[in-house]
């Protein structure tokens, strides 16, 4: 069953790392890398941008699907330095239409190093509305994780609203990445105050190990995503109470914080708060988000499923 599997914590050697033809993406074009697939039913595009007037739709892309200001948007011209570092900018389009009209999605990550280790930072993810639900969002992604291999990058960072449930799905259990990381108001409460109305813009850490085989398997479509059946006997986190003894547990989370925005924001603000001192103190215990599973609970609450990877936290010894 999935609950029984390894968790993705270690960057494990794999006999081969996946390609971006082992997923499905048929090469097209010789001058420029780009590539064709199929996503919910539709050929779609993709293709490694680097000029800026191609850069530039993701400007209007960024503002439709974040609700960003001008302040906030990452322009082309910053884009363009993007390949300079290693990193990537991928843009999925309609096959068959002009790439001026046809943006559908983009995909972009800093290259860079940590710890000595070559990594992507992967800086936005960005479907329009109408596309959102029919697996453009992981293609984008799994495509990206080709690409970095093929570059001899094994790890990709970002960062995630931890109130958002169709996230959680795609990171965790579609990708197999985990997160045992809590930062407060990363980004200030005015950025993106069209999505996310003003709260404090909390996020998660989230680390993506390419070479472990837990996350090559989901790569590969190997594994099946966890179901309520999975979940049934694992404790509940009390946001009042205690942490649980169990190495496995699950901490609830709205399972549609849109909705909850635009119905009842004071419930959404409790939302945020109660879920940031619920995972903080998770993650100081050692555990880490591993798995997510929806419609869990009453009123359609989703859940993150965590373990417990390391010892708790010692806290520093202070000055004397």
Not at 46 to 70: I, K, M, S, Y
Not at 187 to 211: E, I, K, Q, S
Not at 259 to 278: H, I, K, Q, V, Y
């Amino acid at each position: 069953m999935p609950t029984a599997e390894p968790t993705p914590f270690q960057h494990e050697p794999t006999t081969a790392p996946v390609s971006a033809e082992d997923l499905g993406f048929r090469p097209i074009g010789r001058s420029r890398p780009a590539w064709r697939t199929t996503v919910g039913g539709q050929p779609v595009r993709f293709h490694l941008l680097n000029r800026v007037e191609e850069l530039a739709p993701l400007e209007d892309l960024q503002r439709a699907v974040f609700g960003v200001t001008d302040l906030d948007v990452i322009s082309a011209s910053e884009l363009v330095v993007v390949p300079e570092t290693g990193g990537v900018v991928i843009g999925a389009y309609s096959d068959g239409a002009s790439s001026e009209t046809a943006l559908l999605g983009a995909a972009v990550a800093w290259g860079g190093f940590a710890r000595r280790q070559p990594r992507f930072v992967s800086d936005l993810l960005a479907v329009r509305a109408e596309r959102r639900g029919a697996g453009l969002e992981s293609a984008l992604k799994r495509l990206q994780a080709a690409v970095a291999l093929e570059r001899g990058v094994v790890e990709v960072v970002w960062t995630v609203d931890p109130l958002r449930a169709a996230n959680a799905r795609l990171n965790f259990e579609k990708l197999g990445a985990h997160a045992d990381r809590y930062e407060e108001d990363r980004y200030g409460a005015g950025f993106g105050t069209g999505l996310y109305g003003g709260l404090p813009t909390d996020r998660l850490h989230v680390v993506w190990p390419l070479t472990s085989p837990h996350v090559r398997d989901r790569l590969l479509g190997r594994t099946i995503p966890r179901t309520r059946a999975d979940i049934t006997k694992l404790p509940i986190v009390d946001p009042a109470g205690p942490l649980p003894e169990a190495c496995r547990a699950l901490v609830h989370l709205p399972g549609d914080i849109d909705r909850l925005l635009a119905t009842d924001p004071e419930a959404a603000a409790r939302w945020r708060f109660s879920l940031r001192g619920t995972l903080q103190r998770a993650f100081a215990a050692g555990f880490a988000i591993v798995g997510f599973v929806a419609d869990v609970g009453p009123d359609g609450l989703s859940a993150y499923v965590i373990e417990r990877r390391v010892a708790a936290r010692q806290p520093q010894a202070g000055r004397s």
